[in-house]
């Protein structure tokens, strides 16, 4: 079965600092996309970041990078320079390639102080 | 402007009444797809469409039912066999040969 697992219910950071957001995930395949997405107190749900899991170098998107090691299966979220505006609920996910099954985490609930 | 769009927002139901929400998209995405979203927990799918006239089910179908008479439309409907209804749905769509998927805002549905 392939599962996904955030073990950060929910986090906190001070503005303008750095939080990383860590998932791990289980999957007997080797071919498969990640994605982080976001959901702000609006409900709607925001793609951060894709990483093809082909692709060893690191996706990253402005302030949003990912930290990618396949062979523990490990897809971690650095957010850099954190705004007020990355309060949200941030979900980990992932998709077989040629499966129309995305699996998504329980998600982390990240608290931006001013 | 392009974009998924779900209605309504907020609905509000009796026990044993079945009830549609709506979901269209006019991004010219082939697939769309029915997530259910509770507290403490990830989306879970509930049904898939990758071409007009088919869908398949996910892992929680039991008391709900789709239609795919357009590409641009998917309705849910959940039925009074749904024991637990209460919850955020959430409707997605891709384009073929991508594997992100784009959302819809979302509806709160409350079966009281």
């Known amino acids: 079965a392939q599962t996904v697992t955030q073990s950060q219910p929910e986090m906190s950071v001070q503005e303008a600092e750095t939080v990383t957001l860590s998932c791990t995930y289980d999957t007997s395949e080797s071919n498969y996309y990640l994605f982080w997405y976001k959901q702000p107190p609006s409900r709607q749900m925001i793609l951060v970041i894709r990483q093809e899991a082909y692709k060893q170098q690191n996706a990253t998107e402005n302030r949003f990078s990912v930290n990618f090691q396949k062979a523990a299966k490990s897809f971690s979220l650095k957010i850099s320079d954190s705004q007020l505006g990355d309060t949200a609920m941030y979900f980990c996910?992932?998709?077989?390639?040629?499966?129309?099954?995305?699996?998504f985490g329980a998600g982390t609930r990240l608290t931006v102080k001013p | 402007d392009g974009g998924i769009t779900q209605s309504p927002k907020y609905l509000f139901r009796k026990e044993g009444q079945n009830v549609t929400l709506s979901c269209e998209q006019n991004l010219n995405h082939d697939a769309m797809y029915w997530y259910r979203q509770d507290p403490g927990q990830g989306l879970r799918l509930i049904y898939y469409s990758q071409i007009v006239n088919d869908f398949q089910k996910g892992d929680i179908a039991e008391g709900y039912s789709v239609s795919r008479e357009k590409k641009e439309s998917f309705p849910l409907t959940v039925t009074s066999a749904q024991k637990n209804p209460t919850a955020f749905y959430l409707c997605a769509s891709k384009a073929s040969g991508i594997y992100e998927q784009y959302f819809g805002p979302g509806t709160r549905l409350t079966v009281t």
């Open positions: 996910a992932f998709i077989i390639y040629n499966n129309n099954d995305m699996r």
